[in-house]
């Protein structure tokens, strides 16, 4: 069984502890965790789950803009925080296994650890309230 | 190998009658291979009477440092084949995001916290960074990971062919967990633990204590329990007694928490002079 880099271990304790919804993925886009705030938002539970692998998390949520129209996976905030290792925010609509439609402001970050070890990325959520 | 603990006190060195048998010194264990190596795991006070035991002949010394905290470094100043022009002095360490290890060294080998600065030991001085993947020292396979204890810390596992030891020695591993353990996978200092045939780890509190105490960096003698057996090791050293145990204390403290956990493996307190025969 590997073990976690000691940054991912303590993002999760962070995420467990705070109200909004925390979602961390590892540098293959993994998700890792997500917290009970974010269970919500993905209709899914963590303890149900437990890791997801890339290809099926992100094609079991469905995420669009205003109008609909599907955003590739390249375009989403968490997958750019990742993938090209900076900070984003983002404005969508995110549809979760509960196939609840809701209308979210992400934000994501990279998450480096010490030596310039690239460990994946952290998002946080805001459901906007219309 | 063979291990051998120079000092199992943590924070502050407390000698006196009152901790004669568990001892005063602060961190500092020496590890021996079969082929002569010696590694120093920290360099707290007990390092001065580990310096002074080491034959001249020895040239080559490597120290392991666990994190840069006083208790684990107050020591190096006093250790005697830094001040041997003969004599090979390899240091491992963690560096911080902004300081590298030896500008961090150099924060206590220097006025006015030491009257000689690190440039000016006669020693040959090579340090290295951790984490850094595994390496070799002689017979030794070294690993080292981040664990969680405040500021750059890392634990050490260190291995033969044949023997495994970890060394652990300021770890919180409970540190935000609603439930502990978790599995391994999410328990930090795991990797580093894992199947060890000789655990040093960190037990500083009881668990009154450690209510106390969150977020300091140290582990309830109960945690470290729990880690121990979460990681499958065969003998669990307590280490990094608090100054404020005496030695009646400590036994009380093992003897409460062995009655309440029945572990399944050995379990002998960290006391000064003792040694562990690894089968290497």
């Known amino acids: 069984m590997a073990q976690k880099e000691i940054e991912v271990i303590l993002t999760r304790q962070l995420a467990s502890y705070l109200a909004m919804p925390i979602i961390i993925v590892d540098s293959s886009r993994t998700l890792l965790f997500y917290n009970e705030p974010a269970e919500r938002i993905l209709g899914m539970r963590f303890e149900e789950t437990g890791e997801v692998p890339a290809d099926e998390w992100m094609t079991t949520t469905l995420v669009t803009d205003e109008g609909g129209t599907p955003l590739a996976p390249e375009m989403r905030p968490l997958m750019i925080a990742v993938t090209e290792r900076r900070p984003t925010h983002g404005d969508m609509w995110l549809q979760g296994l509960d196939h609840v439609h809701r209308h979210i402001e992400i934000t994501a970050f990279p998450l480096i650890g010490q030596a310039e070890r690239h460990l994946g990325a952290m998002a946080i959520f805001w459901e906007v309230k219309e | ?280």
């Open chain 2, 1 to 280: 190998m063979k291990v051998t603990l120079w000092g199992t006190r943590g924070s502050i060195a407390a000698p006196g009658a009152e901790t004669a048998r568990y001892g005063g010194n602060t961190a500092c264990v020496e590890v021996r291979g079969t082929d002569g190596t010696v590694l120093v795991l920290d360099a707290g006070t007990g390092i001065r009477r580990l310096g002074m035991s080491l034959p001249r002949s020895v040239s080559r010394v490597n120290i392991l440092l666990t994190h840069l905290h006083m208790d684990h470094l107050q020591g190096l100043g006093f250790f005697a084949p830094l001040y041997n022009p003969e004599a090979e002095v390899h240091i491992w360490g963690p560096a911080s995001t902004t300081l590298s290890l030896q500008r961090r060294l150099m924060r206590y080998l220097s006025p006015p916290l030491f009257p000689v600065r690190l440039r000016e030991l006669p020693c040959r001085f090579v340090l290295h960074e951790v984490p850094c993947g595994d390496f070799e020292v002689g017979e030794f396979h070294v690993s080292s990971a981040l664990i969680c204890h405040p500021g750059p810390t890392v634990g050490y596992r260190i291995a033969t062919a044949r023997a495994t030891l970890a060394y652990l020695t300021d770890h919180e591993p409970v540190l935000g967990m609603q439930q502990f353990p978790l599995a391994g996978e999410w328990t930090s200092g795991y990797a580093i633990a894992a199947g060890a045939d000789l655990l040093i780890h960190d037990a500083q509190y009881s668990s009154e204590e450690y209510a106390r105490c969150v977020g300091w960096g140290h582990s309830a003698l109960e945690h470290a329990l729990a880690f121990a057996a979460l990681t499958k090791v065969k003998h669990f050293v307590p280490f990094h007694h608090d100054p404020a145990h005496d030695d009646d204390d400590l036994d009380r403290l093992t003897a409460e928490a062995v009655t309440a956990t029945a572990p399944s493996f050995a379990i002998s307190p960290g006391a000064e002079g003792a040694i562990f025969e690894l089968e290497s």
